[in-house]
């Protein structure tokens, strides 16, 4: 109450109602309830106890644009959603059974066609009795009310679909560094390490908790920090680095050729808030080429000493028989009075040298690619073989060939064949066996090719033995998956190719 103002009551003194002090007119309720409803802003309807509608305010035709008589009766009806008839009803009825209060959102179809979301909320009316005789509904709109609810629920829907496949690849790629063959390392700005993956322990020999909060300059080698520096600098200006070969050191103080790819971490903004590294163990990778680099040095000196022993047996006996055979041409071709019985002689001499050199040609041509491999296969290229080495350097072999072999790929022949040639050889040159034994044989999955003999054995490295025969065959063999065993017999020595089959 306001100071020094009076409160305006209304007051009933001997039968008459006043307010101020000044009598009211007795339809003042009417008045004041017609009042209410016509400045209410939510709709209302009144209705009798079958729900027939007795009357709407003004609100409820500005609402659902239709005037008052369209509502009366069950007129009401038609402005609700056709949809929603039968719910509000259901409703309606459960809430009378209950005697709960009756509150739902529902759907209204305004006289324009536009669909509209509204609060319906009912009340009985009772007479003295208690008997029901009415009801009295409210309606409040809420369609912009329900759509920013569908939005919010909406983007909260969306937000967690995202926050869900943000977490999965998350994990997903949490999965990658965990299992990753490669070092996966990330540092902050001040050159900190945050993470260290397993492959990283792999390759260092530090854990996790050893390497966390320390800097990447505990696995470098003194003499490489300022390269090291620059690589980081590199990355906090936003410069990636790709497979960058350097040395790193691990726990033991082993010295190790390593691959860097060195990259910026950024936000959402773009900025640099970290550097991570990739880091590949390449050891095996650079032993292996330099063992290719050695055996590519060997095969090209071996190739050299073949064309040499080429060269020489042309020059010591196809060349020697070509120049003798000339000199037979040459004496018959200006030897018209030579005597019958000299020709004759000559003849014979030049057809046997002749025939020499075809066969010397014939060998050196299938020394260099063994025809018979190609049209008859294997065995029978390895029979030719034995026999012709046999006879030419005195070494008995002794060939056993199982009959199930029959063709097998045409690099795997060849590789067979090879290894054949190059261990027969390394025993003629280096064994001084009088002896060989060669055993083809097919075993589960597998091809064993076995060549023995009775010579002096191994000397102390593999290498002085075969120089790059050794080598050249185990590679032969690689190509194919095949491997390469060279051991001592007792005596002698032992060479095993399996390749599979």
Request: glycine share 8%.
């Given at each position: 109450?306001?100071?020094?103002?009076?409160?305006?009551?209304?007051?009933?003194?001997?039968?008459?109602?006043?307010?101020?002090?000044?009598?009211?007119?007795?339809?003042?309720?009417?008045?004041?309830?017609?009042?209410?409803?016509?400045?209410?802003?939510?709709?209302?309807?009144?209705?009798?106890?079958?729900?027939?509608?007795?009357?709407?305010?003004?609100?409820?035709?500005?609402?659902?644009?239709?005037?008052?008589?369209?509502?009366?009766?069950?007129?009401?009806?038609?402005?609700?959603?056709?949809?929603?008839?039968?719910?509000?009803?259901?409703?309606?009825?459960?809430?009378?059974?209950?005697?709960?209060?009756?509150?739902?959102?529902?759907?209204?179809?305004?006289?324009?066609?536009?669909?509209?979301?509204?609060?319906?909320?009912?009340?009985?009316?009772?007479?003295?009795?208690?008997?029901?005789?009415?009801?009295?509904s409210t309606l409040t709109d809420i369609t912009e009310a329900r759509r920013t609810r569908e939005e919010?629920?909406?983007?909260?829907?969306?937000?967690?679909?995202?926050?869900?496949?943000?977490?999965?690849?998350?994990?997903?790629?949490?999965?990658?560094?965990?299992?990753?063959?490669?070092?996966?390392?990330?540092?902050?700005?001040?050159?900190?390490?945050?993470?260290?993956?397993?492959?990283?322990?792999?390759?260092?020999?530090?854990?996790?908790?050893?390497?966390?909060?320390?800097?990447?300059?505990?696995?470098?080698?003194?003499?490489?920090?300022?390269?090291?520096?620059?690589?980081?600098?590199?990355?906090?200006?936003?410069?990636?680095?790709?497979?960058?070969?350097?040395?790193?050191?691990?726990?033991?103080?082993?010295?190790?050729?390593?691959?860097?790819?060195?990259?910026?971490?950024?936000?959402?903004?773009?900025?640099?808030?970290?550097?991570?590294?990739?880091?590949?163990?390449?050891?095996?990778?650079?032993?292996?080429?330099?063992?290719?680099?050695?055996?590519?040095?060997?095969?090209?000196?071996?190739?050299?000493?073949?064309?040499?022993?080429?060269?020489?047996?042309?020059?010591?006996?196809?060349?020697?028989?070509?120049?003798?055979?000339?000199?037979?041409?040459?004496?018959?071709?200006?030897?018209?009075?030579?005597?019958?019985?000299?020709?004759?002689?000559?003849?014979?001499?030049?057809?046997?040298?002749?025939?020499?050199?075809?066969?010397?040609?014939?060998?050196?041509?299938?020394?260099?690619?063994?025809?018979?491999?190609?049209?008859?296969?294997?065995?029978?290229?390895?029979?030719?073989?034995?026999?012709?080495?046999?006879?030419?350097?005195?070494?008995?072999?002794?060939?056993?060939?199982?009959?199930?072999?029959?063709?097998?790929?045409?690099?795997?022949?060849?590789?067979?064949?090879?290894?054949?040639?190059?261990?027969?050889?390394?025993?003629?040159?280096?064994?001084?066996?009088?002896?060989?034994?060669?055993?083809?044989?097919k075993l589960a999955g597998t091809i064993e090719l076995e060549v023995r003999d009775a010579g002096r054995?191994?000397?102390?490295?593999?290498?002085?033995?075969?120089?790059?025969?050794?080598?050249?065959?185990?590679?032969?063999?690689?190509?194919?998956?095949?491997?390469?065993?060279?051991?001592?017999?007792?005596?002698?020595?032992?060479?095993?190719?399996?390749?599979?089959?």
């Amino acid at each position: 109450m306001e100071s020094g103002t009076e409160a305006k009551v209304l007051v009933s003194v001997n039968g008459r109602r006043t307010l101020a002090g000044k009598t009211v007119p007795a339809n003042w309720d009417e008045e004041w309830m017609r009042l209410l409803l016509r400045i209410s802003p939510v709709a209302i309807f009144r209705s009798d106890a079958e729900g027939n509608c007795t009357y709407v305010n003004e609100r409820w035709c500005e609402m659902t644009g239709r005037p008052m008589e369209a509502a009366l009766g069950v007129g009401w009806q038609l402005s609700v959603h056709p949809e929603d008839v039968p719910l509000v009803v259901e409703e309606w009825e459960r809430s009378g059974r209950e005697g709960t209060e009756f509150s739902m959102e529902h759907r209204y179809v305004r006289a324009d066609g536009a669909v509209i979301w509204v609060l319906g909320q009912i009340a009985e009316e009772r007479d003295e009795q208690g008997r029901v005789v009415g009801y009295i509904s409210t309606l409040t709109d809420i369609t912009e009310a329900r759509r920013t609810r569908e939005e919010l629920q909406r983007s909260h829907t969306e937000l967690e679909g995202r926050v869900r496949e943000r977490t999965s690849q998350l994990e997903h790629m949490g999965l990658i560094v965990a299992f990753s063959a490669d070092g996966i390392i990330s540092s902050d700005l001040a050159g900190k390490i945050v993470s260290w993956n397993p492959a990283a322990e792999r390759i260092f020999g530090y854990r996790a908790d050893e390497m966390i909060g320390q800097t990447s300059l505990r696995v470098t080698p003194a003499h490489l920090v300022a390269e090291a520096q620059m690589l980081k600098q590199r990355a906090r200006r936003g410069e990636r680095t790709e497979y960058f070969e350097t040395v790193r050191v691990s726990r033991s103080g082993e010295l190790m050729e390593v691959a860097l790819s060195i990259f910026p971490l950024l936000d959402p903004t773009g900025k640099v808030i970290g550097t991570s590294a990739i880091v590949r163990d390449i050891r095996e990778q650079k032993k292996a080429e330099r063992r290719l680099h050695q055996l590519s040095g060997r095969l090209l000196r071996l190739q050299d000493e073949e064309r040499r022993r080429l060269a020489r047996d042309l020059h010591d006996s196809t060349s020697q028989s070509l120049a003798a055979l000339a000199l037979n041409l040459t004496a018959l071709n200006g030897g018209a009075d030579m005597p019958r019985q000299k020709q004759a002689e000559m003849l014979a001499d030049g057809l046997a040298l002749a025939q020499s050199i075809e066969r010397e040609l014939r060998t050196h041509s299938y020394l260099l690619h063994p025809p018979l491999l190609e049209e008859c296969g294997l065995p029978a290229a390895l029979r030719w073989f034995v026999e012709g080495f046999a006879k030419r350097s005195g070494v008995a072999v002794k060939l056993d060939l199982c009959d199930a072999i029959g063709r097998l790929p045409d690099l795997m022949e060849l590789t067979i064949f090879r290894v054949v040639q190059e261990s027969l050889a390394n025993i003629h040159r280096h064994a001084a066996s009088r002896t060989a034994a060669i055993r083809l044989r097919k075993l589960a999955g597998t091809i064993e090719l076995e060549v023995r003999d009775a010579g002096r054995g191994l000397p102390r490295s593999v290498a002085e033995c075969a120089g790059v025969g050794i080598a050249g065959m185990r590679e032969r063999l690689a190509q194919i998956g095949g491997t390469l065993c060279v051991d001592s017999g007792n005596p002698g020595a032992i060479v095993t190719a399996r390749i599979p089959r």
